[in-house]
């Protein structure tokens, strides 16, 4: 082990998994977490066998020599169940400072650059993966199994990564449970953080890591063939208040933009520690803004109001879908819209809102097509420009923006399929406010989503005709949410922006008043989604609320 003149401290690795003393309020249920982490049976890890069984190069890099901190990681990673590992130390200091006695750790220090330094560090690394540690991280004992369990499946994976937590001397707090790889999400901060096991191929691929996390989570992102991620936390860091560079984080996200040949910068989020990626738009681009009138002219023409007077965007036309036995009023308004020029009307027979939308994109020439309903009013100048931007992305299929009532209660920041039984809106019923960590990250960050409503949402022409417009079976609920899911299943992202803001003006639509036939049809959309369950929501959450908290275990 590691030497030096000072006794060893006894390690804190013990009290981590007792109960905090302090209950995190962010997140229900973390205790009861804790504690069930700590009755799990561990004997048969060791004993099981996988097709592929790599060996993990775990580096624990510092600056300085800790030997407590040494330590502490060093006790966690030898608990662990799987075997096929190695430890290197790598200590950026004066090499005279540090000796080992143990044959299986490997040491290297001495002071140099940080790009030598890394070099000489890979050097060392034999094993098939790299997990990048620092001193004080303490690694759960069934880490490796499960990472080495995740890969066996999908061994074409060039990194993988867990939830996490944070500890200091009153135990553990801040548990981080995370979505599956969410590129869109990952440019609007760094959710994957650690602990982060890459392969070796992607690590040279990537040009190392070179001290910055979120560098080095982007540039592996860029060369990976397929990320994985292990719903559990398997590892704890100590609390560290770190000082926070904005311009710093900034600038590696714009190198990413850069690598993939993007036109667009980064800007701060709406809280700290998030980011906003601004897009550019072409001047030529054009907006087709399609609504499915309901025969409430009072509604739509606060919609119409609301888009002319706030949205900055100017290259848009609008097409009302209305029912052909609209009332005699309804028809006046529409006839004026006309003659004004204000909108392209066109009648349909069948006044489902999917038909209806189907109907009005025919007669639409834009780029993208931006679905409305007519209780929407948008609210933000840019609501417009945030859902387009996005929505010109050829990674990206539909986009969503936040819709709330005008008593400022959040309703949808994106659908999770699962949720409230059928699908539903983390959040919605909350104040719309800057709040803790989960509130942010689900209601005040652009991320990827499984599904978007129609009521604010865009699609791109092609995309939207690759998925074959809106399901017209379906008569009301669901329609959105199925093209949604049809998109994701031609590989590509949907995206939430939380700075495309409408206000909703009507009342949601309860799933036990949808008739039989919807309802199976909109079994029939979500069963084998719910089966394997929403990619973008973790699987330790509970789906019976929408304010989020950990399943009973």
Same mark, same amino acid.
């Given at each position: 082990?590691?030497?030096?003149?000072?006794?060893?401290?006894?390690?804190?690795?013990?009290?981590?998994?007792?109960?905090?003393?302090?209950?995190?309020?962010?997140?229900?249920?973390?205790?009861?977490?804790?504690?069930?982490?700590?009755?799990?049976?561990?004997?048969?890890?060791?004993?099981?066998?996988?097709?592929?069984?790599?060996?993990?190069?775990?580096?624990?890099?510092?600056?300085?020599?800790?030997?407590?901190?040494?330590?502490?990681?060093?006790?966690?990673?030898?608990?662990?169940?799987?075997?096929?590992?190695?430890?290197?130390?790598?200590?950026?200091?004066?090499?005279?400072?540090?000796?080992?006695? &143990?044959?299986?750790?490997?040491?290297?220090?001495?002071?140099?650059?940080?790009?030598?330094?890394?070099?000489?560090?890979?050097?060392?690394?034999? @094993?098939?993966?790299?997990?990048?540690?620092?001193?004080?991280?303490?690694?759960?004992?069934?880490?490796?199994?499960?990472?080495?369990?995740?890969?066996?499946?999908?061994?074409?994976?060039?990194?993988?990564?867990?939830?996490?937590? /944070?500890?200091?001397?009153?135990?553990?707090?801040?548990?981080?449970?995370?979505?599956?790889?969410?590129?869109?999400?990952?440019?609007?901060?760094?959710?994957?953080?650690?602990?982060?096991? *890459?392969? /070796?191929?992607?690590?040279?691929?990537?040009?190392?890591?070179?001290?910055?996390? %979120?560098?080095?989570?982007?540039?592996?992102?860029? *060369?990976?063939?397929?990320?994985?991620?292990?719903?559990?936390?398997?590892?704890?860091?100590?609390? !560290?208040?770190?000082?926070?560079?904005?311009? =710093?984080?900034?600038?590696?996200?714009?190198?990413?933009?850069?690598?993939?040949?993007?036109?667009?910068?980064?800007?701060? @989020?709406? %809280?700290?520690?998030?980011?906003?990626?601004?897009?550019?738009?072409?001047?030529?681009?054009?907006?087709?803004?399609?609504?499915?009138?309901? &025969?409430?002219?009072?509604?739509?023409?606060?919609?119409?109001?609301?888009? =002319?007077?706030?949205?900055?965007?100017?290259?848009?036309?609008?097409?009302?879908?209305?029912?052909?036995?609209?009332?005699?009023?309804?028809?006046?308004?529409?006839?004026?819209? /006309?003659?004004?020029?204000?909108?392209?009307? !066109?009648?349909?027979?069948?006044?489902? !809102?999917?038909?209806?939308?189907?109907?009005?994109?025919?007669?639409? $020439?834009?780029?993208?097509?931006?679905?409305?309903?007519?209780?929407?009013?948008?609210?933000?100048?840019?609501?417009?420009?945030?859902?387009?931007?996005?929505?010109?992305?050829?990674?990206?299929?539909?986009? @969503?923006?936040?819709?709330? /009532?005008?008593?400022?209660?959040?309703?949808?920041?994106?659908?999770?399929?699962?949720?409230?039984?059928?699908? @539903?809106?983390?959040?919605?019923?909350?104040?719309?406010?800057?709040?803790?960590? %989960?509130?942010?990250?689900?209601?005040?960050?652009?991320?990827?989503?499984?599904?978007?409503? %129609?009521?604010?949402?865009?699609?791109?022409? &092609? *995309?939207?005709?690759?998925?074959?417009?809106? $399901?017209?079976?379906?008569?009301?609920?669901?329609?959105?949410?199925?093209?949604?899911?049809?998109?994701?299943?031609?590989?590509?992202?949907?995206?939430?922006?939380?700075?495309? !803001?409408?206000?909703?003006?009507?009342?949601?639509?309860?799933?036990?008043?949808?008739?039989?036939?919807?309802?199976?049809?909109? =079994?029939?959309?979500?069963? $084998?989604?719910?089966?394997?369950? $929403?990619?973008?929501?973790?699987?330790?959450?509970?789906?019976?609320?929408?304010?989020?908290?950990?399943?009973?275990?």
């Amino acid at each position: 082990m590691i030497k030096s003149n000072q006794s060893l401290p006894k390690s804190p690795f013990s009290f981590l998994f007792e109960a905090p003393n302090e209950k995190d309020e962010e997140l229900l249920g973390y205790e009861f977490y804790i504690e069930s982490k700590v009755s799990e049976n561990t004997d048969d890890e060791r004993e099981e066998r996988f097709i592929f069984m790599p060996t993990i190069s775990v580096c624990i890099i510092a600056d300085k020599f800790n030997e407590a901190g040494f330590r502490t990681t060093i006790d966690s990673i030898k608990a662990s169940t799987y075997s096929r590992f190695e430890i290197i130390v790598a200590i950026n200091d004066e090499e005279k400072r540090v000796k080992l006695d &143990d044959e299986n750790i490997r040491l290297v220090c001495g002071k140099e650059s940080t790009k030598n330094f890394m070099k000489r560090v890979r050097e060392a690394v034999s @094993g098939e993966f790299i997990l990048i540690l620092k001193p004080y991280d303490i690694l759960d004992k069934s880490a490796f199994y499960h990472v080495v369990k995740a890969l066996s499946k999908r061994i074409s994976a060039d990194a993988i990564y867990s939830d996490s937590d /944070t500890y200091n001397k009153k135990g553990r707090f801040a548990p981080l449970f995370k979505p599956n790889f969410s590129p869109d999400t990952l440019k609007s901060l760094n959710f994957i953080g650690f602990p982060f096991w *890459v392969s /070796t191929r992607a690590y040279d691929a990537a040009k190392g890591y070179l001290y910055n996390d %979120y560098d080095y989570v982007l540039r592996v992102a860029n *060369v990976a063939k397929s990320i994985l991620h292990v719903p559990g936390i398997l590892l704890s860091r100590i609390d !560290v208040k770190e000082n926070e560079n904005n311009g =710093e984080e900034r600038s590696v996200i714009d190198a990413a933009l850069v690598a993939e040949n993007k036109r667009a910068h980064t800007v701060n @989020g709406m %809280y700290r520690g998030s980011y906003r990626v601004r897009y550019a738009i072409k001047s030529a681009i054009k907006a087709s803004i399609v609504i499915a009138a309901d &025969d409430n002219v009072k509604a739509l023409r606060r919609c119409l109001e609301s888009i =002319e007077d706030v949205t900055l965007f100017d290259n848009y036309k609008l097409i009302i879908a209305a029912d052909a036995k609209s009332s005699s009023i309804s028809k006046r308004y529409y006839s004026a819209l /006309t003659n004004g020029r204000a909108a392209k009307v !066109v009648y349909c027979e069948n006044a489902a !809102v999917p038909s209806m939308l189907n109907i009005g994109v025919k007669e639409a $020439d834009g780029d993208i097509f931006v679905f409305l309903s007519p209780h929407t009013e948008p609210i933000t100048p840019e609501w417009l420009n945030a859902i387009a931007e996005l929505a010109l992305q050829p990674h990206i299929g539909a986009v @969503g923006g936040k819709l709330k /009532t005008p008593t400022n209660m959040l309703v949808s920041c994106g659908t999770v399929v699962g949720l409230n039984g059928q699908f @539903g809106f983390p959040y919605s019923g909350a104040y719309d406010a800057i709040g803790g960590h %989960y509130m942010n990250f689900y209601t005040n960050t652009i991320r990827n989503v499984s599904a978007v409503r %129609y009521e604010c949402m865009a699609i791109e022409r &092609d *995309v939207f005709n690759l998925a074959g417009g809106f $399901d017209e079976s379906f008569e009301t609920l669901g329609f959105d949410t199925d093209i949604c899911l049809r998109i994701l299943n031609k590989r590509l992202y949907n995206v939430y922006t939380p700075y495309a !803001v409408a206000f909703i003006h009507e009342d949601e639509i309860k799933a036990e008043e949808l008739s039989e036939k919807n309802m199976l049809r909109l =079994e029939d959309t979500l069963r $084998d989604f719910k089966k394997s369950g $929403d990619p973008y929501f973790n699987v330790n959450f509970s789906t019976e609320k929408t304010i989020l908290q950990l399943k009973e275990r």
